[in-house]
């Protein structure tokens, strides 16, 4: 099928346009820009709405193996297609973890069978992500991991970080950072300060995260290793990584669009929607953090994906699990960026769709002919109410329920199919 989307406001990060156009897919691909409509082409009118590339949210947690009760790739596949995510780059913090080239090809397999939306799988860095051990770093890249890392367990050993690093130097693969040191972090469920010694609630010095880090750039130094920070969340941390990148380390950052949208006040009473891995920090590093992300310092923003059932978040604020849903919700999250004038389009989508692409080495985010037909057709100025039990994750554990919110994804594709249409969006009717 050919497919031509006239009257499209086009963003695309990687040139920075931003205005009005079409374009025409065909075979999978983008394969031009404000041409006429090929004859024959299926049209679906963009009624001035913006159309961008489909955002590659790195960093989600699935359940698969082990946890299907809380998400799986079925239901975490369409929960993306309705937030307009065209690519899922999950987490291998899964039960068993995914640290054998047979674990990792059991879920490629299982995800490319049940998910709408492409999914592409990071592996485990050490063995049962253990810190211990080091993984088989060359047979997992070779089965399609695309970058390796313990995800929110911090490798505590130097030496065997440092072991870690230079066979992935060597191989040129991607290790991924949890910037935290394990000994001032354990335990916490608020960011040190007065608002958690009012709440009486265990708290980590945001300095935890810039220790973690220091470490870790010392070993990258030490290495040479490409390297990724999942999370800088803290103004602390921001000098240190501006230091690596012009000390010319092959250094890269993320953060969660929570931690760009949230501060450690919306946790409340203790609402424990709002208990984040790191904790929600205070409003003068959300404020920095926001900057960073502008600048350009920090690459990636990402919704950090992590379902969590009702049991594990009705207990006791110290008690109850970390993590919140996002892959619906992480466009209109981020969106309160560009409505507040932090970030225009191009911008954002550079840090939601094409950063994250370039740094893993997958295809899409942009607009250029030969690109994927990985799209996202959006309504930026939409508002709504969101209510939690119509996201479509098996876990409901959101801190936007109840907000108040503006940008709809009103039509998805990946590679020309459409997988997700809002009412009266769907191009093959």
């Excluded at 003068?284 to 059932?309: K, M, N, T, W, Y």
């Excluded at 619906?328 to 950063?355: D, E, V």
């Excluded at 893993?360 to 994927?372: I, Q, S």
Aim: glycine share 12%; hydrophobic share 45%.
């Amino acid at each position: 099928m050919t497919l031509h989307i006239a009257n499209a406001r086009l963003i695309d990060p990687a040139t920075g346009r931003d205005g009005t156009g079409s374009l025409t897919v065909a075979q999978g691909a983008i394969v031009a820009l404000d041409a006429p409509a090929p004859p024959g082409a299926r049209l679906l009118d963009a009624r001035g709405h913006c159309l961008a590339p489909g955002i590659v949210d790195w960093g989600v947690k699935v359940g698969e193996p082990g946890e299907r009760h809380r998400e799986s790739f079925r239901s975490a596949g369409l929960a993306a297609a309705a937030g307009g995510v065209t690519t899922i780059v999950a987490r291998p913090d899964t039960q068993p973890a995914i640290d054998t080239p047979e674990t990792l090809e059991f879920v490629t397999r299982r995800a490319a069978a049940a998910s709408p939306v492409r999914i592409a799988h990071m592996a485990a860095l050490t063995k049962g992500r253990q810190g211990r051990e080091m993984v088989e770093i060359g047979f997992l890249k070779d089965a399609g991991a695309v970058a390796f890392t313990d995800a929110l367990r911090v490798v505590e050993s130097s030496r065997v970080l440092a072991r870690c690093l230079t066979y992935a130097a060597g191989l040129g693969a991607l290790v991924v950072g949890h910037p935290q040191d394990p000994g001032l972090s354990a335990g916490a469920a608020a960011t040190s300060g007065k608002f958690a010694s009012l709440r009486g609630l265990p708290a980590v010095p945001a300095l935890a995260e810039r220790m973690g880090f220091d470490r870790d750039m010392a070993l990258v130094e030490l290495t040479g290793a490409r390297y990724h920070a999942d999370q800088i969340t803290t103004a602390r941390t921001l000098p240190a990584l501006e230091r690596a990148r012009r000390n010319g380390l092959d250094v890269t950052a993320g953060v969660s669009v929570h931690h760009l949208t949230l501060n450690e006040f919306d946790v409340g009473d203790y609402r424990t929607f709002f208990k984040l891995t790191p904790p929600l920090r205070s409003e003068d590093d959300r404020l920095a953090v926001v900057e960073a992300v502008a600048s350009g310092l920090i690459d990636v923003i990402g919704s950090f994906h992590d379902p969590q059932d009702e049991e594990s978040k009705r207990l006791p604020y110290e008690e109850a699990a970390a993590g919140a849903v996002g892959l619906q919700t992480l466009l209109p999250a981020a969106l309160r960026l560009y409505h507040a004038g932090a970030l225009g389009l191009p911008a954002l989508f550079r840090a939601l769709a094409l950063n994250p692409a370039r740094r893993l080495g997958l295809p899409g985010g942009t607009l250029a002919a030969g690109a994927p037909a990985d799209l996202v057709l959006f309504d930026p100025d939409a508002p709504f109410l969101l209510d939690r039990f119509g996201l479509l994750s098996k876990s409901k554990n959101t801190p936007f329920d109840g907000a108040r919110m503006e940008g709809k994804v009103l039509a998805t594709f990946v590679g020309g199919r459409q997988v997700f249409a809002a009412g009266g969006w769907d191009a093959g009717g």
